[in-house]
């Protein structure tokens, strides 16, 4: 967890009251978990005033309820009733807008004699419900580890679903006490599906234990020790990113030091490219892409930075295409129609800004930016930038020669 992070804390909806202080004057992030007795008893506007009450903009997660839920369950009558309960969360979930929700699977050797194709063929239709509310909410879903011994029930599930927005939630506390497995096997089974981790320490720890650089997959070669440093721009400061942001590893001490004698200025901003920038765009149409949540910030120097750029008649470059989406984002510029809301102040907080064509710039005059991969929303948003007749046909990057203004660079530390 880094310092500029906030918690992410679960609690139980009965509970919330007694400490929605605490945890909105401290900013927290929520995951809210609704037991079957609650769903029973909730109206709508009891989720629309907690709604409007959540004004801090936090990271939001549901958890299921999971007391006597049998998603897999042979008995129709106790599966009827689980797939009720998981359709009242969804219709919770339709209302609060959470970034995901998290289930029990339901698998235990126990139960199934250790049959999991049995329990498999009878949970994929409580899973097809459950994706199908999920894709009309904008949220994924993920399947928590409980009794598994190992991740071959859950690697069973997730592949048979087989939607990029079903994965894994990883509780190290139930990995703890079930698992006969290393836990480096469940992330080499399951980490590229991993949506949560309920972690009790501190996750810089365990992303050292297990974690790989996350290299691109034009990258066509095993992981290997030296790519922590090289995978990694020569500013970055604060840890978060899933990726680097790779616009930025041309810069080199050398030739920032070279811009800053051509009297170029230079600011950072932060923001932590999550897996969502990453997902495939499989919407018929553009404009109904959308973009998880992602955390940065615009610090006051950087907007001190603009407006003497701006005073001084210069242009503003991004470094990248998360630079763009950061400062975007802090012009409180949301939507496809680029309508302003205000200018460029200094902020933090998440953004899930999606930038497609067409889309009205507000802070940006020049961008510089690497290749990207078809229906990527990273082509979407420099088709946005640069349109939409000019960018399938350019195989290299134009080279913008004469700059002046200031050089606003993203700083994300890859962890």
Known sequence: MT?????????????????????????????IYFPSTVLDQLERPDLEKLRESLDWNPALTL?????????GAIDPMVKSVTQLRFRQI?????ILKPRAAVFHAGYDRWRYSGRKDIWLDNSLDTW???????????????????????????????????????????????????????????FDNLGKRLVEIEWPGRVETLLK????????????????????????????????????????????PELLRALEELGIGRATVTLHVGPGTFRPVVVERVEDHSMEE??????????????????????????????????????????????AAG??????????????????????????TNFHLPRSSLLLLVSA????????????GDVVTNVEGTVIQGQATRS
């Open 3 to 31: 310092a500029m992070e906030p918690l992410h804390v679960h609690i139980p909806y009965v509970r919330l009251r007694d400490f929605f202080e605490f945890i909105k004057k401290r900013k927290y992030d929520l995951e």
């Open 90 to 94: 969804m219709n919770v979930a339709a």
């Open 294 to 339: 992602e955390w940065y910030e615009v610090p006051a120097e950087a907007v001190r930075a603009l407006a003497r750029a701006r005073a001084s008649g210069g242009r503003i470059v991004a470094v990248g295409t998360t630079t763009v989406r950061a400062l975007e984002s802090a012009a409180g510029v949301w939507g496809s129609t680029g309508v």
């Open 385 to 396: 930038f640069a349109g939409t007749d000019r960018v399938p046909v350019h195989t290299a």
């Open 63 to 71: 958890h299921a309820p999971f007391v006597d839920m049998s998603p």
């Open 128 to 186: 097809a419900r459950v994706m199908d509310s999920a894709s009309k909410t904008g949220m994924r879903v993920a399947v928590e580890n409980v009794f598994d011994e190992d991740p071959e029930a859950l690697s069973m599930l997730i592949e048979k679903v087989n939607s990029p927005d079903f994965g894994f939630c990883f509780d190290t506390g139930h990995f703890n006490i079930f698992s006969t497995v290393p836990m480096e096997q469940w």
């Open 209 to 252: 234990e297990v974690g790989l650089p996350p290299l691109p997959p034009y990258i066509r070669r095993p992981d290997e020790p030296g790519d922590r440093d090289r995978y990694q721009t020569v500013y970055a400061r604060r840890q978060g990113a899933v990726a680097a942001p790779t616009a930025g590893l041309h810069f080199t």
């Open 343 to 368: 200018a460029v102040s200094p902020v933090s907080g998440w953004t899930d800004l999606t930038i497609v064509p067409p889309f009205r710039f507000r802070t940006v005059d020049a961008m510089v």
